[in-house]
């Protein structure tokens, strides 16, 4: 098969599966945070250099406040874990979307893991956290005024590669591939320039549930939705 160069997830279903087994909803996303392991691991040794998934948007502080607080917990110690997975597998993480309203510890934790797996040459894997599309649109626009304003950048030097390079995901080639898991069928707010060209794949899997066979299929499809456009992204 010919392997997408970036595959973007949504990660959906953790509360759902957790309480079709009588759990309580945290229980889904310590079982999601260990399927994203599996699957950064299962990605690289497919041969996928980039992975990026969708772990908390700036729409989920409106969850109930013990929900996100429970996140937040399991957010910290992901960090940890992340670090050692990342030295143990030379993955360069990098985590896109507004860190200003994370707490102080969590903001540290995070620039300490992308400062240690900078140069890492494995997986570059991104983690979408107070992330939402625009959002990060927003947040570039502002940048661009203000250079404006303060006269290095004229309105009509405004280019798709400069707000491209303005974005969180500067550097980070387009995704090919999306992959959204539990039957849900829309991008809820997911690096919306980013997905201008993006095939997208929908599985009932819950991501809890989603294992590397899942990964394979939602590759094939990719596979088989390139060959009908002729190796060719639709214009």
């Known amino acids: 098969m010919k392997m997408p160069r970036h595959v973007a997830i949504i990660l959906d279903g953790n509360g759902r599966w957790a309480k079709a087994k009588g759990m309580p909803r945290n229980y889904g ?40 607080d429970a996140l937040m917990k399991l957010l910290r110690n992901y960090m940890k874990t992340c670090l050692k997975t990342a030295e143990k597998n030379h993955m360069c993480v990098r985590v ?32 979408a956290i107070n992330y939402g599309g625009r959002d990060e ?17 004229r309105p009509e030097d405004i280019t798709e590669d400069r707000i491209s390079n303005l974005l969180d995901t500067a550097g980070i080639p387009e995704p090919d591939l999306l992959i959204r898991t539990c039957n849900e069928q829309r991008i809820s707010n997911f690096l919306l320039w980013q997905l201008a060209y993006t095939e997208f794949y929908f599985t009932p899997v819950p991501w809890p549930d989603f294992t ?23 214009e």
């Open 137 to 153: 649109i927003v947040r570039a626009a502002k940048k661009m005024a203000e250079e404006v304003n303060a006269g290095r950048l």
């Open 29 to 68: 996303h310590v079982q999601g945070a260990k399927t994203v392991e599996n699957i950064c691991e299962t990605a690289w040794k497919m041969g996928i250099p980039y992975l990026t998934v969708y772990a908390f948007s700036t729409e989920n502080w409106s969850r109930p406040q013990d929900e996100v």
């Open 96 to 127: 896109l979307g507004d860190k200003s309203r994370l707490d102080e510890d969590i903001r540290s934790r995070i620039l300490q893991l992308e400062e240690a797996t900078r140069n890492n040459d494995g997986l570059h894997f991104q983690i």
């Open 212 to 234: 590397r066979e899942e990964l394979v299929k939602a590759v094939e499809a990719y596979n088989h939705r390139d060959r009908k456009l002729g190796g060719l992204k639709e």
